[in-house]
């Protein structure tokens, strides 16, 4: 086992979770059995007769990435205890519990002080019950802030009127820890006492707690629908799933919720707004592992300050000085001086033969626009990598690429080597963006990768320029010079969220911005207002229509676009064919004449291949 520092994270947990997903760890109780310990003894008790297995474990979750490890406690109380004959134990068990967890995470993560419910039900319970019950929380939590926990987890609670208990005892006996109260609902959504989890939200905000939380119950699926209600009490969210309903196989009980199905689950946790994610009953390193992971590439490719590790960092990264913006490629220089530039989509079609693409891309360079882009499998498909289209433009016409890359389909290493290999054979413009799931193409069943996203991306690609790799090191030879694009979805439903993204994504280093295609001037307008405070250059996307049928589904079934009525309308009153296409580009054109004095580019995206579009398009554009 590693020798762990005894220094505790540097920023207070409230702290890191204002910057960053934080990731829990798993199981406990389920692994201890998988490791010869029978189920008929107490786990706590270990903290004390088997202080190895139970660090063993600490250390593995920390080094499968977790940020927060919780003690060995759940069970520590007089209530629980008492069936061993342990009950005067309280105090040892939880204060070792807490020292253990604590010399494991060191400074690379954060302790929690696991407390879980006495077994009373308030409703039949005495009260001279309850007020043992009472003192014994009391007794844990003073027993856990002393050993060194960092907040307080009142877990698997069913009961608002037990965990209140808990909550008032903790605030007594640790006034200095924030206490996050997570509950378990029942396959029906709602706790043992009937509580929907709206309510349950409710009650547990305004009786003071910081963070909110949802564990243990029947599976992801669960939890993540119990933690979508709970969200709207605007506390701080933690959402700690079992793997799946046990079964028993060969007379063991086994958890059958894969760890690459909670990483799917976990996405889905922090998109629906978790701040915290983990695992509970039957979860393993391997699940956490994978759940970090998603964290890291939702959260853009790090760590947070208290659980950082070598081969990640959102800090600026040290290194060589970038070059300057107007000397890293010959977009670059038109961009930094100010001109405005055209850039048009070109893909090779499905297959081996790139040379229909090849010419479109040589005719539009002649006709003036400035660059070629493409695609990095667009709405997932196979074909030619863009990377090798890329290098016959350069190497055949001396035509200058923008090169998308995606998170899809390379790890961090194959990303790395990506980016390499195009800054070595002259490719400097970058798109980065997350990437379409296989899903959606021609091969469902394909592996996503996804180590990082475009925040990720964009901050790899921008610490490349400075001449480091993504460990830190110094890259042998230099620094890239990349020029970096980032996309910006002006038609998103959650308009906040998507600007949010993207000065994230300014401050991880990119440099300029391409749209989606817009239709709708005002809406453009009311974007480029939000976003003036970022002074990036934005190439607006314009798409001309080709058929009312085109509009519609655009519209209807393509995430982030919106098309204004009155424009389907107006294609619905010519018919299909030339007439439709005419008034497609005508509206195009307006539509892009009418803002190029607010914007510095045009990225055109020509549908089904018709590249003569995009040149009536842009007639008299750079001229009128």
Same mark, same amino acid.
């Given at each position: 086992?590693?020798?762990?520092?005894?220094?505790?994270?540097?920023?207070?947990?409230?702290?890191?979770?204002?910057?960053?997903?934080?990731?829990?760890?798993?199981?406990? !109780?389920?692994?201890?059995?998988? =490791?010869?310990?029978?189920?008929?003894?107490?786990?706590?008790?270990?903290?004390?007769?088997?202080?190895?297995?139970?660090?063993?474990?600490?250390?593995?979750?920390?080094?499968?990435?977790?940020?927060?490890?919780?003690?060995?406690?759940?069970?520590?109380? #007089?209530?629980?205890?008492?069936?061993?004959?342990?009950?005067?134990?309280?105090?040892?068990?939880?204060?070792?519990?807490? %020292?253990?967890?604590?010399?494991?995470?060191?400074?690379?993560?954060?302790?929690?002080?696991?407390?879980?419910?006495?077994?009373?039900?308030?409703?039949?319970?005495? #009260? @001279?019950?309850?007020?043992?019950?009472?003192? /014994?929380?009391?007794?844990?939590?003073?027993?856990?802030?002393?050993?060194?926990?960092?907040?307080?987890?009142?877990?698997?609670?069913?009961?608002?009127?037990?965990?209140?208990?808990?909550?008032?005892?903790?605030?007594?006996?640790?006034?200095?820890?924030?206490?996050?109260?997570?509950?378990?609902?029942? /396959?029906?959504?709602?706790?043992?006492?009937?509580?929907?989890?709206? #309510?349950?939200?409710?009650?547990? %905000?305004?009786? !003071?707690?910081?963070?909110? !939380?949802?564990?243990? !119950?029947?599976?992801?699926?669960?939890?993540?629908?119990?933690?979508?209600?709970?969200?709207?009490?605007?506390?701080?969210?933690?959402?700690? *799933?079992?793997?799946?309903?046990?079964?028993?196989?060969?007379?063991?009980?086994?958890?059958?919720?894969?760890?690459?199905?909670? @990483?799917?689950?976990?996405?889905?946790?922090?998109?629906?707004?978790?701040?915290?994610?983990?695992?509970?009953?039957?979860?393993?390193?391997?699940?956490? =592992?994978?759940?970090?992971?998603?964290?890291?590439?939702?959260?853009?490719?790090?760590?947070?300050?208290?659980?950082?590790?070598?081969?990640? /960092?959102? @800090?600026?990264?040290?290194?060589?000085?970038?070059?300057?913006?107007?000397?890293?490629? *010959?977009?670059?220089?038109?961009?930094?001086?100010?001109?405005?530039?055209?850039?048009?989509?070109?893909?090779?079609?499905?297959?081996?033969?790139?040379?229909?693409?090849?010419?479109?891309? +040589?005719?539009?360079?002649?006709?003036?626009?400035?660059?070629?882009?493409?695609?990095?499998?667009?709405?997932?498909?196979? =074909?030619?990598?863009?990377?090798?289209?890329?290098?016959?433009?350069?190497?055949?016409?001396?035509?200058?690429?923008?090169?998308?890359?995606?998170?899809?389909?390379?790890?961090?290493?194959?990303?790395?080597?990506?980016?390499?290999?195009?800054?070595?054979?002259?490719?400097?413009?970058?798109?980065?963006?997350?990437?379409?799931?296989? +899903?959606?193409?021609?091969?469902?069943?394909?592996?996503?990768?996804?180590?990082?996203?475009?925040?990720?991306?964009?901050?790899?690609?921008?610490?490349?320029?400075?001449?480091?790799?993504?460990?830190?090191?110094?890259?042998?030879?230099?620094?890239?010079?990349?020029?970096?694009?980032?996309?910006?979805?002006?038609?998103?439903?959650?308009?906040?969220?998507?600007?949010?993204?993207? &000065?994230?994504?300014?401050?991880?280093?990119?440099?300029?911005?391409?749209?989606?295609?817009?239709?709708?001037?005002?809406?453009?307008? +009311?974007?480029? =207002?939000?976003?003036?405070?970022?002074?990036?250059?934005?190439?607006?996307?314009?798409?001309?229509?080709?058929?009312?049928?085109?509009? &519609?589904?655009?519209?209807?079934?393509?995430?982030?676009?919106?098309?204004?009525?009155?424009?389907?309308?107006?294609?619905?009153?010519?018919?299909?064919?030339?007439?439709?296409?005419?008034?497609?580009?005508?509206?195009?054109?307006?539509?892009?004449?009418?803002?190029?004095?607010?914007?510095?580019?045009?990225?055109?995206?020509?549908?089904?291949?018709?590249?003569?579009?995009?040149?009536?398009?842009? @007639?008299?554009?750079?001229?009128?």
């Amino acid at each position: 086992m590693r020798t762990m520092s005894r220094t505790r994270p540097e920023a207070p947990f409230l702290d890191a979770l204002r910057r960053s997903i934080l990731v829990f760890d798993g199981a406990m !109780g389920s692994l201890l059995y998988e =490791r010869g310990v029978f189920v008929t003894q107490n786990f706590e008790q270990l903290n004390v007769a088997r202080p190895d297995l139970v660090k063993k474990i600490h250390a593995e979750y920390v080094a499968a990435g977790a940020n927060v490890i919780e003690t060995n406690t759940f069970g520590a109380n #007089r209530f629980r205890l008492e069936r061993y004959g342990l009950v005067n134990e309280v105090r040892n068990f939880n204060l070792a519990g807490a %020292r253990l967890a604590r010399e494991i995470a060191g400074g690379d993560a954060y302790v929690a002080g696991s407390i879980g419910p006495t077994g009373l039900v308030p409703g039949v319970a005495t #009260r @001279d019950d309850l007020a043992a019950a009472s003192a /014994t929380f009391a007794e844990q939590a003073g027993a856990l802030a002393e050993g060194g926990a960092d907040l307080l987890i009142l877990e698997t609670f069913r009961h608002l009127d037990e965990i209140k208990l808990a909550i008032d005892a903790a605030r007594s006996a640790a006034p200095g820890l924030p206490v996050l109260a997570s509950m378990t609902f029942d /396959t029906s959504g709602v706790a043992a006492d009937g509580s929907e989890p709206e #309510r349950v939200a409710r009650t547990l %905000r305004d009786w !003071g707690v910081e963070l909110l !939380g949802v564990n243990c !119950g029947d599976g992801p699926q669960l939890s993540l629908a119990m933690a979508e209600r709970m969200a709207t009490a605007g506390l701080p969210l933690c959402v700690q *799933p079992n793997a799946g309903l046990p079964r028993t196989v060969d007379g063991r009980q086994l958890y059958m919720a894969t760890p690459e199905y909670f @990483d799917v689950f976990a996405r889905r946790m922090i998109q629906a707004g978790a701040a915290m994610i983990g695992g509970c009953c039957g979860t393993t390193p391997e699940h956490v =592992r994978w759940m970090a992971k998603s964290a890291r590439m939702l959260r853009g490719g790090a760590a947070p300050e208290a659980a950082a590790r070598p081969h990640v /960092t959102m @800090d600026a990264p040290t290194g060589l000085e970038p070059t300057p913006l107007g000397e890293r490629s *010959p977009l670059a220089a038109k961009i930094a001086a100010g001109k405005f530039v055209v850039s048009v989509e070109v893909n090779p079609a499905p297959g081996l033969n790139p040379e229909s693409a090849l010419s479109a891309a +040589k005719m539009l360079i002649d006709s003036g626009v400035d660059v070629v882009n493409v695609a990095d499998g667009p709405r997932a498909t196979a =074909r030619m990598t863009n990377l090798a289209f890329c290098s016959l433009l350069v190497q055949r016409y001396g035509i200058e690429p923008i090169l998308h890359v995606c998170g899809r389909d390379r790890n961090l290493i194959g990303q790395m080597a990506h980016l390499l290999g195009a800054h070595a054979i002259g490719i400097k413009n970058l798109v980065i963006i997350t990437g379409d799931p296989p +899903k959606v193409g021609d091969y469902p069943e394909a592996t996503a990768v996804y180590d990082l996203d475009s925040i990720g991306l964009l901050h790899m690609a921008s610490t490349m320029n400075r001449g480091l790799d993504p460990a830190g090191k110094p890259i042998p030879g230099g620094k890239t010079s990349f020029l970096l694009a980032t996309g910006l979805e002006p038609g998103a439903q959650d308009l906040d969220k998507e600007i949010a993204r993207l &000065e994230r994504k300014r401050a991880a280093g990119a440099d300029i911005i391409m749209t989606q295609p817009v239709f709708h001037q005002d809406l453009l307008e +009311k974007v480029l =207002r939000r976003i003036e405070h970022l002074g990036m250059p934005v190439l607006v996307g314009v798409l001309p229509l080709v058929s009312h049928k085109n509009a &519609e589904f655009l519209h209807n079934e393509v995430p982030g676009m919106q098309i204004p009525e009155e424009i389907r309308e107006r294609m619905r009153k010519v018919p299909a064919g030339p007439e439709a296409r005419k008034e497609g580009v005508k509206i195009a054109r307006e539509m892009l004449f009418s803002v190029r004095d607010r914007v510095q580019g045009a990225y055109l995206m020509p549908p089904l291949g018709k590249y003569e579009l995009a040149l009536e398009v842009l @007639d008299g554009l750079k001229t009128g």
